[in-house]
C-alpha cells in the first residue's frame, strides 16, 4: 500500500467518461472502440475496487463526443499520482490506451 491517497472521486470520474464515450462512439471505430471498451473495463474494475461513497452524476453534462470525453478522461489519470501504479496495477496501460485512443481520434478527425 501507497502513502498516497487514492483518487477515488476521480476514478469514477474516468468510469463515467469512458462510458459516455462508449455510448458516444460510432461503429465505424473498429480499432479505437476495441482500446476504448479496454480502457473501460479497467476503469470500471479501478471502480469497483475503489468505490466512491458519493453517488457519482455525470462529469460534464455537455460533453458531447467521444474525442472530448477522451480528453477528460486522461487529464484525470495523468493527474493520479504515479506511485499508485502499486495499489492500481493497470493504471500505466489505462495511459497508454487513453494515450493511442486519443491520438487515433484527432487522425480520424483531420481526415474528415
Avoid at 472502440?33 to 461513497?53: C, F, K, R, V, W
Avoid at 500505466?92 to 481526415?111: C, F, K, N, S
Wanted: proline share 6%; charged share 20%.
Amino acid at each position: 500500500m501507497t502513502a498516497v491517497p487514492m483518487p477515488v472521486d476521480s476514478i469514477a470520474k474516468v468510469d463515467l467518461l469512458l462510458g459516455q464515450a462508449i455510448m458516444l462512439a460510432p461503429d465505424d471505430y473498429d480499432l479505437v472502440s476495441a482500446d476504448l471498451h479496454e480502457a473501460m473495463g479497467i476503469a470500471l474494475l479501478m471502480a469497483a475496487q475503489h468505490p466512491t461513497g458519493v453517488p457519482g452524476g455525470r462529469p460534464d453534462v455537455n460533453q458531447r463526443s467521444v474525442l472530448g470525453c477522451v480528453e477528460q478522461a486522461l487529464r484525470e489519470v495523468q493527474s493520479w499520482d504515479l506511485a499508485l501504479a502499486a495499489d492500481l496495477p493497470d493504471l500505466a496501460r489505462l495511459r497508454v490506451l487513453l494515450t493511442d485512443i486519443r491520438r487515433e481520434l484527432v487522425a480520424a478527425a483531420r481526415q474528415g
